[in-house]
Every structure is written in C-alpha cells, then in structure tokens.
C-alpha cells in the first residue's frame, strides 16, 4: 500500500520501515530548465517524478532595511537586502551571490538596527497559510516550520564570514546577542502560526558550520557559542511535539556525537564531498538520528558510478527506518533528464522496505 508523504516522514524519524524511503532534493532552476527541455512534460518535477510533497512555513526576521535596485545589466542585478546586504546575483546562471557590502558588519552597527527586528504579525505569510494550508494537510503533506538563526544566517546573510569569525574570537558578546535576537524573534513568530492552528511536523534550520574537510571553529566555541541556542531551538521543537532538523553543510563529523547527546533528530544533507561519511554515522547514530542526503551531487551524471552506489549505499542507510534520499547537496545541471530518470528509477526499488 502506497503511503502519503507524511506517514514516510513520520516512520523514518519513529526509525520504522515505510513503504519506501522519502525523497527529498533541490534541483537548480536550470537543471530543471534543462529536463523540460529534455523531455519532461512539466516543470513540476515533484509531480512528474512522484516525489514527497513537503510544504515549508517561513517567516521574515530581518531587520528589514530598504530594498532597492543598484544596478541592473542583461546579465546580473545588484540590489540591497532586508538585512542590509548589497548583492549581485547572476540571471541566467544559479551561482551563490557575491556579498559587494554590509551595512552591519560591526557591534556598533548591529546595535542600532537590532530594534528594527520586532515578532509583529506582518511578517507571517498570513495569506499564503489560509490559501494553502487544508489543502496541505488533505494532500497528506509533511510540513516543516522554518527557524533562521545562527553562524550561518549571520555571516552570509548579514554581517559577512570574516566579521563573524573575528567577532566570536574578540566580541563574543555580540555574537550571541545576534543569535539570540534572531532565534528568539523567529520562535515567536513561529509561535503565532502555531497557536493559529497551522500547526507543523518537523522545525528545521539552516547553519553551515563547515567546509571540505574541517570546520569554521572549533568544538569549544561551538559549545560557548552556538550551542546553546541549537539547544534551544531542539527543546522547542520537542515542547510542541515536533521533530527537529537542521541543515549544515561541509565537514561536521567531530559535531555529530554533540548534536545526537542535545536530541537532534534530523541532520542534511551529510556532505560526502567536504568528508561526510554516511555510512560510519549510520552506524553510529542510526537508532537515534535520522539522515537525509549523502550521494554526492557531483558525481551524478556519472552512471557508473551513482547507480552501483545507490545499490550499495541505500540498503545500508535505510535500514530500520531512519533515512530521506537526497543529494549531498542540491542537484546541478550537468544532471540530464535521463541520469535523474535512471536514479529514481533506482532508489525507490532499492529503496522500498
């Protein structure tokens, strides 16, 4: 018997068998561009492959600081953010944006906006909630409440990588002044959507706190730091009968043992490129903590290789429930319709319990 989304979702974090494994990825535009070029019917490849349908509750915590346009070519748009950063984004190219200037890139700055970022009703897509939100419990949905805080959010979102590294060593008061404001601001919102009966399944968010093969900072800082409000953050989750997930890109092994011991319940998207290794955490970590991801997006388009490694790698990860399917990543366009054909075509026969 086929299982809706959410009954999948609820047994891999109950660590049960389902029907089969979850699928849960991010094609870029242009690699979805690239498959309806290639033969896909629709751009709703969701649809079109039979994938889990998720839907995802966000609300705005910025400080809110004026959006405009600097400059604006055939090629690129350079404009200012809500929390005060001067971009340039490429149009015809998914690429990461390149950060030109911070508008609160020290204490001094950060302190003169932090009063912009207040828990008003406004910043909840209120709209979108009551147009959507029956039909996602209908479709049988999983549905995940966003927070946005932490090293992340804050250095790529706000005040830039090197300000924030220097600032956890020289003014680590500031730091955490940061995290709690957005930790805290973005609880309550999610608090209003909750009491408001849109209620969730899962609270997940993003914190990357490494890169190939190491880590921004190391175990101490973490703990002096950051931890305490992902501990906050998984705490919360818990009191309303939530799971918690959280996002990290890069190399985090020495932080996995940590996040299990503070209750974590769901890790993405294990980075086998930066020197994640799924297999070592699933057996480690299997009974307590749920993967998502783990095969490795650049190899994608390499047939002998991605096929033989769902074959090998999938049996192991999904064993007694405990595994979403994924990319170590998200999906690049140097992925062809067919490759992406052949490698659903293969996790969810190598994927059925």
Not at 143 to 171: A, K, R
Not at 223 to 244: M, N, S, T, Y
Not at 316 to 330: P, Q
Request: aromatic share 12%; charged share 30%.
């Amino acid at each position: 018997m086929n299982m809706t989304s959410h009954e999948r979702f609820k047994r891999m974090y109950e660590h049960r068998d389902a029907d089969r494994v979850p699928i849960l990825d991010s094609p870029w535009t242009e690699t979805i561009e690239r498959w309806v070029a290639e033969g896909m019917t629709t751009p709703d490849y969701i649809q079109y492959f039979d994938l889990d349908k998720t839907a995802y509750i966000s609300t705005d915590n910025s400080p809110q600081l004026p959006v405009r346009v600097v400059e604006e070519t055939d090629n690129y748009i350079v404009r200012t953010t809500p929390w005060g950063v001067t971009l340039k984004n490429f149009k015809h190219n998914t690429t990461t944006p390149e950060n030109l200037h911070y508008e609160i890139s020290t204490s001094d700055a950060w302190y003169k906006v932090k009063e912009r970022i207040q828990p008003t009703d406004d910043r909840i897509p209120w709209d979108m909630l009551k147009k959507n939100y029956k039909t996602w419990r209908e479709e049988g949905r999983w549905i995940t409440g966003g927070l946005w805080f932490g090293f992340d959010i804050t250095h790529s979102h706000m005040v830039g990588t090197e300000n924030v590294l220097i600032g956890m060593m020289d003014e680590p008061e500031w730091i955490m002044d940061m995290f709690e404001t957005e930790l805290d601001v973005s609880i309550k919102l999610l608090e209003r959507v909750w009491d408001a009966g849109y209620t969730f399944d899962e609270v997940h968010w993003y914190d990357d706190m490494g890169y190939k093969n190491t880590q921004f900072f190391s175990m101490r800082t973490y703990r002096e730091l950051l931890k305490p409000f992902h501990q906050r953050a998984i705490d919360w989750a818990h009191r309303h009968g939530c799971v918690a997930r959280l996002h990290s890109c890069g190399d985090i092994m020495p932080f996995v043992p940590e996040l299990v011991d503070m209750g974590l319940d769901g890790l993405n998207p294990l980075e086998v490129k930066a020197g994640m290794e799924p297999e070592k955490l699933k057996r480690e970590f299997g009974d307590r903590l749920v993967f998502h991801g783990g095969f490795n997006a650049a190899r994608w388009q390499e047939r002998d290789y991605i096929l033989p490694e769902i074959e090998r790698l999938l049996p192991i990860l999904k064993e007694n429930g405990g595994y979403i399917f994924a990319s170590d990543h998200s999906i690049p366009p140097d992925v062809s319709f067919e490759d992406f054909t052949n490698i659903i075509e293969t996790v969810k026969r190598v994927g059925k319990y």
